[in-house]
Nanobody
Framework: VQLEESGGGLVQAGASLRLSCAAS????????MGWFRQAPGQEREFVAAISWNGEKTYYGDSVKGRVTISRGNARNTVSLQMTSLKPEDSAVYYC???????????????????WGQGTQVTVFS
């Protein structure tokens, strides 16, 4: 089972970036998928998640209104479109998949069973 992120990079503040994640090794069509991030010396932070059928989306307060999460038709891919990037968005972004018990659990790391290796996003001013 593998989650592979792509799309990270070095961008200027105000720019946009699209992260993608491809899941393989099993079907994730029944799994929620999401993104967390972690900056050096900081705790892991919830960014966004999407339900297994794509009908519900969840966003962290620090990115709400600036990012959009979506998943592919086969439901084994997930993307994160980020706009108006700020230096404080700099972090390693991790793709994840799991089956949260309720809406509350979408925001918590332990609800997710599978994690990617991460992709670095660096925003300079």
């Amino acid at each position: 089972v593998q989650l592979e992120e792509s799309g990270g990079g070095l961008v200027q503040a105000g720019a946009s970036l699209r992260l993608s994640c491809a899941a393989s090794g099993r079907s994730f069509s029944a799994y929620a998928m999401g993104w967390f991030r972690q900056a050096p010396g900081q705790e892991r932070e919830f960014v966004a998640a999407i339900s297994w059928n794509g009908e519900k989306t969840y966003y962290g307060d620090s990115v709400k209104g600036r990012v959009t999460i979506s998943r592919g038709n086969a439901r084994n891919t997930v993307s994160l479109q980020m706009t108006s990037l700020k230096p404080e968005d700099s972090a390693v972004y991790y793709c994840t998949a799991g089956r949260p018990w309720s809406d509350t659990f979408y925001y918590t790391g332990p609800a997710y069973d599978y994690w990617g290796q991460g992709t670095q996003v660096t925003v300079f001013s």
